[in-house]
T-cell receptor, first 115, second 115 residues
Framework: EAGVAQSPRYKIIEKRQSVAFWCNPI?????LYWYQQILGQGPKLLIQ????????DSQLPKDRFSAERLKGVDSTLKIQPAKLEDSAVYLC?????????????FGPGTRLTVT | AQKVTQAQTEISVVEKEDVTLDCVYE???????LFWYKQPPSGELVFLIR??????QNEISGRYSWNFQKSTSSFNFTITASQVVDSAVYFC????????????FGQGTELSVKP
């Protein structure tokens, strides 16, 4: 079974530029998460989708971050414009359901450096 | 509010030593789930274990064991006879039954096992 796929793996941009990350979850997984992991910290949830609807985006900086999940499968996370503090690893995860007990499977992440 | 604390930022041991990683959590909910994930240098978070709040039985899986104590709100992880391949960052995480599955992570403990 293929795991969660993410691209690109690495990205370097200058501040005020825009960037987009892509995630393809495990087939059949209805729930998709985007987490931000700043160096030396644990991942923090940015947004959660159930199929193509948003369940939780309370910690998404909506003035610069946006995300979509078209057709309830792939998802894209965008930052526009980027700030220095956005340098982090962006992790995508998926699970069968949205219950607290559902195991989340993580992708390899996209490491973003903003200069 | 919910919180997970991993007080040990870094631990260094010599191969074959036993090592315990501490995790303390805070929640007022009665139904919740606790997880441990491993993050090797490649960056992908790997699921290790899930426990629900009603099951305080300790669990052993090979060289890994987990001690869950509700009385002290702790969910500690012990590696017996550590190996170099155990070197990674380990995260403890909490999810609530009624919050859609999002994980609240601790800061992580970086374990270094030296030959």
């Amino acid at each position: 079974e293929a795991g969660v796929a993410q691209s690109p793996r690495y990205k370097i941009i200058e501040k005020r530029q825009s960037v987009a990350f892509w995630c393809n979850p495990i087939s059949g997984h209805a729930t998709l998460y985007w987490y931000q992991q700043i160096l030396g910290q644990g991942p923090k949830l940015l947004i959660q989708f159930q199929n193509n609807g948003v369940v939780d985006d309370s910690q998404l900086p909506k003035d610069r971050f946006s995300a979509e999940r078209l057709k309830g499968v792939d998802s894209t996370l965008k930052i526009q414009p980027a700030k220095l503090e956005d340098s982090a690893v962006y992790l995508c995860a998926s699970s069968l359901g949205a219950r607290g007990r559902d195991e989340q499977y993580f992708g390899p992440g996209t490491r973003l450096t903003v200069t | 509010a919910q919180k997970v604390t991993q007080a040990q930022t870094e631990i260094s041991v010599v191969e074959k030593e036993d090592v315990t990683l501490d995790c303390v959590y805070e929640t007022r909910d009665t139904t919740y789930y606790l997880f441990w994930y491993k993050q090797p240098p490649s960056g992908e978070l790997v699921f290790l274990i899930r426990r629900n709040s009603f099951d305080e039985q300790n669990e052993i899986s090979g060289r890994y064991s987990w001690n869950f104590q509700k009385s002290t709100s702790s969910f500690n992880f012990t590696i017996t006879a550590s190996q170099v391949v155990d070197s990674a960052v380990y995260f403890c995480a909490l999810s609530l039954y009624n919050q859609g599955g999002k994980l609240i992570f601790g800061q992580g403990t970086e374990l270094s096992v030296k030959p």
